[in-house]
């Protein structure tokens, strides 16, 4: 049962405009009201749309992959919306084809029963480099025939939103064919050179996952995948804000190059015993495999991080945490609220070096 909260918020962003010093009432984590302060409500700092996470494995011990279960997304999307995540995309990295089509039906049935939040599905791999493979099981990678990218769109249909390959082993026909089924491809675990990255961007692949992890890098005389991205003047990119995954200062020198093309994941692992992803927490990260896995974030953490450690403003961050995925996933819908209307917004005060979620 939704509780109605009353507040005086310092900052709004409605997802289209900011506005200043608003009296709100809040249904649950939806807008009642908005409008000129009349009353003596407690104050916050903040109000802004849902966070929106199109890169996340799991939660509270449960990988999506370990256990593809619509009990499991209804376990994800509990933790995620604790955190202000009321939209996510839930991940499978590379794996046996059994496994992708129990992630699939998973969604279906989770969707049947009237789920929400989980946007579909996105597949990391299995059609990424060996040699930049980093905590996935090399024995799952494959070059993609293209009988077998038909069968599984045919299997995924309405399901699979999203594709992180590496363009350079797949050839002209499979990302020809891919380009037009409506999947969003993003150029990931690649060796490509800055030339492919180039030619990919232009021929169907619009995004880069987790960009520097897993890819040629910019070099001097070799400006690699990375370079490509910045380069090109579409492309968006994500990036993973844990100190670990990339330095605070490269997000921020990305975010000077990119702007908004530049969008937050978390790449959030959970602790897993099942092969093959035998996920360890490590201090605030996980290990996998002997190597960094995935971030042990949450959306509100990297937009924290963003603020207090890469030193972006809170304007910026929110772009990148909730706007700039939303364009990325083509549903710019998700990134805005307005009296009466379905999406969800959260409210933050500041607690000395760090935004809150009042609840």
């Not at 024995?139 to 299997?155: D, F, G, H």
């Not at 972006?312 to 706007?323: D, I, M, P, W």
């Amino acid at each position: 049962m939704s509780v109605e909260k009353r507040f005086i918020v310092k900052s709004l962003f409605t997802g289209k405009e900011w506005l200043s010093h608003q009296e709100v009432i809040l249904d649950g984590n939806r807008l009642v009201y908005q409008g000129p302060i009349q009353h003596e409500y407690p104050e916050i700092d903040l109000l802004i749309p849902s966070f929106i996470d199109l890169q996340v494995y799991g939660a509270a011990g449960k990988l999506f992959s370990a256990f593809p279960s619509w009990q499991t997304l209804d376990l994800m999307h509990q933790e995620f919306t604790k955190s202000g995540t009321h939209y996510f995309l839930p991940t499978i990295a590379t794996n046996d084809f059994v496994t992708i089509q129990s992630g699939i039906l998973a969604i279906k049935e989770y969707w049947k029963n009237g789920g929400m939040g989980c946007l579909g599905l996105h597949l990391e791999g299995p059609w990424i480099s060996p040699e930049k493979r980093g905590a996935h099981d090399k024995r799952y990678i494959r070059v993609p025939a293209i009988t077998e990218v038909k069968q599984l769109l045919v299997e995924g249909e309405g399901v699979i939103k999203m594709i992180t390959l590496a363009p350079e082993v797949c050839n002209k026909e499979v990302l020809a064919y891919l380009s037009t089924s409506g999947i969003l491809l993003s150029a990931g675990h690649s060796t490509a050179t800055f030339e492919q990255g180039i030619q990919a961007f232009s021929t169907g692949v619009s995004l880069v996952t987790h960009l520097f992890n897993a890819m040629s890098p910019l070099q001097h005389r070799s400006p690699g995948l990375v370079g490509a991205a910045f380069m090109h003047e579409h492309v968006m990119a994500s990036i993973i804000p844990d100190g670990y995954h990339v330095d605070w200062s490269v997000i921020k020198l990305s975010k000077q190059v990119m702007n908004n093309r530049l969008f937050v994941i978390t790449d959030a692992v959970t602790a897993c015993d099942k092969a093959p992803y035998r996920h360890s927490l490590y201090n605030d990260h996980y290990v996998a495999n002997g190597v960094l896995s995935g971030s042990a974030l949450t959306m509100l953490d990297a937009f924290n991080n963003l603020i207090f450690k890469v030193g972006l403003t809170v304007q910026e961050s929110v772009l990148l945490c909730v706007s700039n995925p939303a364009r990325a996933f083509k549903m710019d819908r998700l990134s805005s609220f307005s009296v009466g209307a379905e999406n969800t917004c959260i409210p933050l005060m500041q607690k000395e070096q760090r935004f809150e979620i009042i609840n």
